[in-house]
């Protein structure tokens, strides 16, 4: 009721990693008390890039047994798949009607991913920011809690939120960024210049939330790291031990000035081997959980449809006052 709203959402394009856990996921299991929180699988945005169907269809409904095996309470929360709320597809089509050529021409994710999928530049992939507009403005949301690469994203939608506000009253709440402080841009374990990031190559880059205990230390032991043989916190001269430290310090808690503490005068090999027991009890619990929910069917499916339901009662509360507001003509009845 006097809650403040939440929305925020991940693309179901592959396994997640332990940058979109740190970043995001993590964070989201602690705001389901305090405010109403609508946590969405946005299979929408996923086909901007070529999907295979039978795996789009699974990853989204493994993403969804993740959120909810991360402790996300689905009688708390609106866990629900995009595609099955069509009022995102009708608001981003009108919100694509108040977004400039010129804004969209300055989206990074924009321009990284025409680079990386430069045969499939297609016009969804431009325009991505609308849609992602719309999952945000149609539930009113105040906050968004997402990674530091969803920042201009964010921006840009309170940007069509207060233009659309200036010229029809006030329609949209306008939405503020909610970015943690720690493990808000994990770094990949290869590139450490370069965020961990679904979609690497390379195995050895990133986490994955379902990778067992023997893979995860691996990954560990291989991580790109210097020869300055210091725990320190320094993006610069040590990007690779500044990565370590981040995701040791989202998981524990622990400061970096704590961190360098507890390291001091010890070699890479103990760290390494510290941030991946860290890890690997921070997922157990997770995975476990994951494991009990894939099996049993039938909780899935009702979540999906009880869940779905009520996004789309919200939404289209929201949607029918947009479509007033600019004059498309009443539903007869
Ligand atoms: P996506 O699917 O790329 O990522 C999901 C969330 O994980 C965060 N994240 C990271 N955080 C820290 N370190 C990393 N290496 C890292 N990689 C990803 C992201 O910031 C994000 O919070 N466009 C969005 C999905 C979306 C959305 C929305 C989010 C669609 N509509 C509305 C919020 C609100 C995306 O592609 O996230």
Redesign the pocket.
């Known amino acids: 009721m006097d809650k403040k709203t939440i929305?925020?959402?991940?693309?179901p394009s592959g396994a997640i990693?332990l940058?979109?856990y740190?970043?995001?996921l993590k964070n989201w299991t602690t705001l389901q008390d305090e405010y109403n929180c609508l946590y969405?699988i946005?299979d929408m945005?996923a086909i901007t890039v070529r999907q295979d169907p039978t795996q789009l269809r699974q990853s989204s409904r493994n993403l969804l047994m993740q959120y909810i095996a991360a402790g996300l309470d689905p009688t708390k929360n609106i866990i629900y798949y995009q595609s099955h709320v069509p009022a995102h597809a009708e608001l981003a089509w009108i919100l694509n009607c108040y977004t400039y050529m010129g804004e969209l021409n300055r989206m990074t994710q924009f321009k990284d991913k025409s680079k990386s999928h430069s045969d499939n530049i297609n016009a969804g992939l431009y325009t991505y920011p609308a849609l992602?507009a719309a999952?945000?403005l149609l539930y009113q949301t105040d906050l968004?809690p997402?990674?530091?690469?969803?920042k201009q994203?964010l921006e840009l939608s309170r940007d069509i939120a207060q233009r659309f506000n200036s010229i029809y009253g006030d329609v949209f709440t306008v939405p503020e960024p909610y970015i943690g402080k720690v493990?808000?841009?994990?770094?990949s374990l290869q590139e450490p210049v370069k965020?961990?990031?679904k979609s690497d190559d390379d195995i050895n880059a990133t986490i994955n939330l379902t990778d067992d205990p023997a893979t995860i230390i691996r990954k560990f032991k291989r991580a790109v790291t210097d020869n300055l043989a210091q725990v320190k916190y320094d993006e610069i001269a040590q990007p690779g031990i500044s990565n370590l430290m981040a995701i040791y310090s989202a998981i524990t808690g622990d400061s970096y000035e704590s961190i360098q503490n507890e390291f001091e005068g010890k070699g890479y090999g103990d760290f390494k081997l510290r941030v991946a027991e860290a890890v690997i009890s921070e997922l157990e619990p997770l995975q476990q959980r994951y494991k009990q929910l894939s099996a049993d069917k039938n909780y899935i499916d009702t979540i999906i449809k009880e869940n779905a339901s009520k996004a789309n009662y919200l939404a289209t509360k929201t949607l029918r006052k947009v479509q007033k507001k600019i004059g498309f003509p009443p539903i007869v009845r």
Not at 7 to 11: D, I, K
Not at 146 to 150: I, S
Request: charged fraction near 10%; include cysteine; proline fraction near 0%.
């Open positions: 929305f925020s959402g991940m693309q990693t940058g979109n740190l970043g995001a969405c946005v945005h992602m999952d945000i968004v997402v990674g530091v690469d969803q994203h493990g808000a841009k994990i770094m965020k961990m990031s």
